[in-house]
């Protein structure tokens, strides 16, 4: 199977534009979860999908935003963007299906540079 | 709070030795973790996972050890290989969420 596929791989914006990245999750996988990961904060939790719906959330203000369509494939926006957002945007998918927590498998991320 | 953290930022190990990165967590309602290799410009890539129901987990070279007594967790990697230097992470889930809480990390780092 191919693995989590995210594009683009790289991304260069400047401050108050916005930016929408791409994720596709391995093949029947229904949970999409992204990530933040930088050098001060580390690994953190954005959010995740699972059919279509938001089901968890983690501390990020709302310019951060995504969705998931119906092939499972996620999108994740953030609008007006500031230089604190420079990061590797990472985005995890699982085969769950609503029961106990599942194996998140990572893509390569999106190395996103504000500047 | 929810927090994961590591003892040790750096590891320097020998080529052959065996490797035991440590991870201390705080929330007591934690009941899946899981270890991720992470190499220079790539995603984490899973290691080994294990569920509070278990104390201990065996992969290809690889062993997790739960501890939940005093909260912790560990990673013994058998036979250091060059291949296995990177960063690992360990990190949890709380209550069955599909969200994880990532620890800082440890630099492994194996000499010739």
């Known amino acids: 199977k191919a693995g989590v596929t995210q594009t683009p791989r790289y991304l260069i914006k400047t401050r108050g534009q916005q930016v929408t990245l791409s994720c596709s999750p391995i093949?029947?996988?229904?949970?999409v979860s992204w990530y933040q990961q930088t050098p001060g904060q580390g690994l953190q939790f954005l959010f995740e999908?699972?059919?279509?719906?938001?089901?968890n959330k983690g501390n990020f203000p709302g310019r951060f935003s995504g969705r998931q369509f119906s092939n499972s494939r996620s999108e994740m926006n953030v609008s007006t963007l500031e230089l604190g957002d420079s990061a590797l945007y990472l985005c995890?998918?699982?085969?769950?299906?609503?029961?106990?927590?599942?194996?998140?498998?990572f893509g390569p991320g999106t190395r996103l540079t504000v500047l | 709070g929810e927090s994961v953290g590591l003892h040790l930022p750096t590891l320097s190990v020998q080529e052959g030795d065996n490797s035991i990165i440590n991870c201390a967590y705080s929330?007591?309602?934690?009941?899946?973790f899981i270890w991720y290799k992470q190499e220079s410009g790539k995603g984490p890539q899973f290691i080994i996972d294990?569920?509070?129901?278990?104390d201990k987990r065996q992969g290809q070279r690889v062993t997790v050890l739960l501890n939940k007594t005093v909260k912790h967790l560990s990673l013994q990697i058998a036979a250091t290989q060059p291949g296995d230097s990177a960063v690992y992470f360990c990190?949890?889930?709380?209550?069955?969420?599909?969200?994880?809480?990532f620890g800082q990390g440890t630099r492994l780092t194996i000499n010739p």
């Open positions: 929330n007591s309602a934690s009941d899946y």
């Open positions: 093949s029947g996988h229904r949970s």
């Open positions: 990190a949890e889930s709380i209550q069955g969420a599909q969200k994880l809480v």
């Open positions: 294990i569920r509070s129901n278990m």
């Open positions: 999908y699972f059919s279509e719906t938001q089901r």
């Open positions: 995890a998918s699982s085969q769950t299906t609503g029961g106990a927590v599942d194996t998140q498998y």
